[in-house]
């Protein structure tokens, strides 16, 4: 067994609190789990070893905070290293929406039953949230709700640290709300921050995963949703690499006409890694759901898409659409993408389609024939491509705030 | 202006371009028109610096500026456009910031300041409105869903902010009602100051009713065959190019 998942597996053993009911299942599961490595499907094109190798100093307790996104008028939640920081956190919240941190759910009893019940077993490190997340917090917003102000999950992490957080969101029938679960950083550190979502029966949520841990820091984590009748999901997951970054994504349709979008947008530089493995369930029939992944690779960096559409057998008249497009910015960049249909009802439609190319010539000639330089052109063009799923977001103060930093972003990028 | 010589210009070894000679003085209009596949359009690709498009022999300057050796947008920037036949499509890139783009790009390279934000935003206002589109299509991704004739009014917007010496304008009057000519055709003659030139590649002489040419030449097979005044334009109009066939032969004839 590895060093560090024994070391995790006793610090497991000491945790006892409201939800050690819980976690009792995930922790045996745990142990009998192999560390997984380059024959584990799900980690194919992943290493782990890192995690093996790194040698974790004391936590560098200097604060970190997430940048503030301007216009977004969001109810904050802040945490720092993993911990809630309730001072920096908004306290006033409107009627109809409840939050508290994880710590303080013991009389929740919707959050002790929600505990794990959408997020799927398989996740290895998912396991070890379970078993370890003792920070986070729980959401709950009351039938008919419509919660109009952002919910901002703010995670800042500084070199050092080793961190576990958990989201338990309940979406009440009918109701309406937009969550931004914001990680940022860019030292060494590791943390796995999950977060599960219950959208009742005509709900509606948008919602936002700003994967930005960039530079040494060792990111994994998971969104999982779960949709009730007629419930509508919007996601986004925008996601800067780092030395290892991984998000598993499931989104379970479980009453019939939920509707689901997720786009993705990667953008990775230098020796950056993103992993997204994201699973539809449609276990009901006339749902649709629609995933736009774009990625951009430059310099050596790895980017891995895993998506998985899976149409139980009496979900008939699904409507599931899984499009992957890549811009490769050179030769030693890597890209690993990989539909996986699962479909065993016979009256669904669902498309697929995943493309690697280079920039599109004839676009790039148009540009330069205006006084427009290659390198400038470029730029333009990978933004373009990036840009356009930019433009669907709804929120335009998340929108506007990302375009120059995913700009900056081009501009340092390595183009050969 | 503009001197074009014994120009040859190959595709993937196909020669199109065999021997085209050419002079546009300041200020004047020249149309060439032609059958299809005389070369019109890699003409303008040709000289844009397009890739694929190679040049083998000829020269060509621009105010004695030799063009071919100059990257695709060290030509643009020195005053040579090319309003496209086709318009490309790019999402996410709105007009806007093409657009503002092209003109610091240009200016830069002519060595001019930046324009502010405001009076850049002033000049393509106006310029948006000069070929009657709304100003919601500076937002839009450059050309996306445009329909034919939007993205040839777009096309004289660029021209209009970028302010060329020379625009070849490739068919830009191909799929377009007579409304819509008429808009792309007041947009080129507000350019004509008596300085700048034009190089209108169309196959009709409907064009040259609103836009009148100095000059019109004939391409044909890759090199100019007959050069005339307007009445050439109008003469095509009603013969066709069924000419060329019995020129072709005399010239064989010639040859031997």
């Known amino acids: 067994m590895s060093n560090w998942l024994a070391q995790a597996i006793t610090e497991a053993e000491q945790v006892n609190d409201w939800l050690s009911p819980k976690r009792e299942s995930s922790l045996a599961l745990l142990k009998k789990s192999p560390w997984p490595n380059r024959q584990t499907e799900a980690w194919k094109y992943t290493p782990i070893n890192v995690i093996e190798r790194t040698k974790f100093e004391p936590a560098n307790d200097t604060f970190h905070h997430t940048s503030d996104i301007p216009n977004l008028n969001a109810i904050d939640l802040v945490f720092f290293n993993g911990i809630f920081d309730a001072q920096a956190s908004t306290s006033a919240l409107p009627a109809g929406l409840s939050i508290s941190a994880l710590a303080d759910g013991a009389s929740q009893t919707w959050a002790l039953e929600s505990f794990n019940k959408i997020k799927p077993k398989r996740h290895f490190f998912g396991l070890i949230n379970d078993a370890l997340a003792t920070q986070g917090c729980i959401i709950d917003v009351a039938c008919g709700a419509v919660i109009e102000q952002p919910i901002r999950i703010a995670q ?124 539809i369930e449609h276990t009901k029939p006339n749902g649709v759901s629609e995933q736009n992944v774009r990625c951009i690779v430059a310099d050596r960096a790895n980017a891995i898409f895993n998506g998985r559409i899976h149409i139980h057998r009496d979900a008939q008249k699904i409507l599931a659409q899984m499009n992957n497009r890549n811009l490769l910015l050179s030769e030693n960049a890597q890209i690993n993408t990989k539909p996986e249909l699962e479909i065993y009802a016979d009256d669904v439609r669902c498309a697929h389609g995943a493309t690697i190319a280079q920039i599109d010539e004839e676009a790039m000639f148009y540009l330069q024939s205006r006084g427009i330089s290659r390198v400038d052109a470029q730029v333009l063009l990978s933004f373009g491509f990036i840009n356009e799923l930019v433009d669907l977001m709804n929120n335009s103060a998340i929108a506007d705030w990302l375009r120059p930093i995913l700009r900056q972003r081009f501009a340092n990028m390595e183009i050969q | 202006m ?180 008429k808009v792309v055709a007041d947009g080129i003659n507000s350019q004509r100051d008596g300085k700048r030139s034009y190089i209108v590649i169309t196959h009709y002489q409907r064009l040259l009713d609103y836009i009148k040419p100095d000059f019109v030449h004939v391409l044909a097979d890759g090199k100019i065959v007959k050069s005339g005044g307007p009445e050439l334009a109008l003469e095509l109009e009603s013969e066709g190019y069924s000419w060329l066939e019995s020129y072709d032969r005399n010239a064989q004839e010639e040859n031997v």
Request: glycine residues 10%; negative net charge.
């Open chain 1, 156 to 279: 800042g992490f500084s070199s050092g640290s080793q961190s576990h957080t958990r989201v338990l969101m309940r979406l009440g029938e009918s109701a309406k709300a937009v969550v931004v679960e914001q990680l940022q950083g860019d030292a060494l550190c590791l943390n796995t921050s999950f977060a599960e979502y219950q959208i009742a029966d005509k709900a509606h949520l948008e919602h936002y995963r700003l994967a930005m841990q960039s530079g040494e820091a060792i990111s994994i984590g998971g969104c999982h949703f779960h949709l009730g009748e007629a419930s509508q999901l919007e996601s986004n997951l925008i996601g800067f690499g780092s030395q290892l970054s991984r998000v598993d994504m499931d989104i379970i349709h479980s009453g019939e006409h939920s509707n689901a979008k997720l786009n993705v947008i990667y953008l990775l530089d230098g020796k950056e890694l993103f992993d997204l493995h994201s699973a």
């Open chain 2, 2 to 181: 503009l001197k074009i010589n014994d120009l040859h210009a190959s595709i993937a070894d196909n020669d199109i371009i065999k021997g085209l000679t050419l002079s546009v003085k300041a200020g004047e209009v020249h149309a060439i028109m032609g059958p299809n596949g005389a070369g019109k359009s890699t003409f303008g690709y040709a000289l844009t610096g397009r890739d694929n498009y190679e040049i083998t022999q000829g020269s060509a300057t621009l105010d004695g500026q030799d063009l071919l050796d100059l990257e695709v947008e060290e030509r643009a920037a020195a005053g040579l456009f090319l309003a496209f036949q086709y318009p490309v499509e790019i999402p996410g890139v709105s007009n806007m910031e093409f657009l503002k783009v092209s003109v610091d790009a240009q200016r830069s390279g002519r060595n001019l300041a930046a324009l502010s934000s405001s009076d850049f935003l002033k000049r393509a206002k106006s310029a948006c409105k000069q070929v009657n589109l709304p100003l919601s299509f500076l937002k839009r991704g450059v050309n996306e869903g445009f329909s034919g004739g939007e993205k040839k009014r777009n096309e004289i917007m660029q021209m209009i902010l970028l302010e060329p010496k020379l625009s070849i304008l490739d068919e830009s009057d191909s799929g377009l009602d007579i409304d819509a000519l």
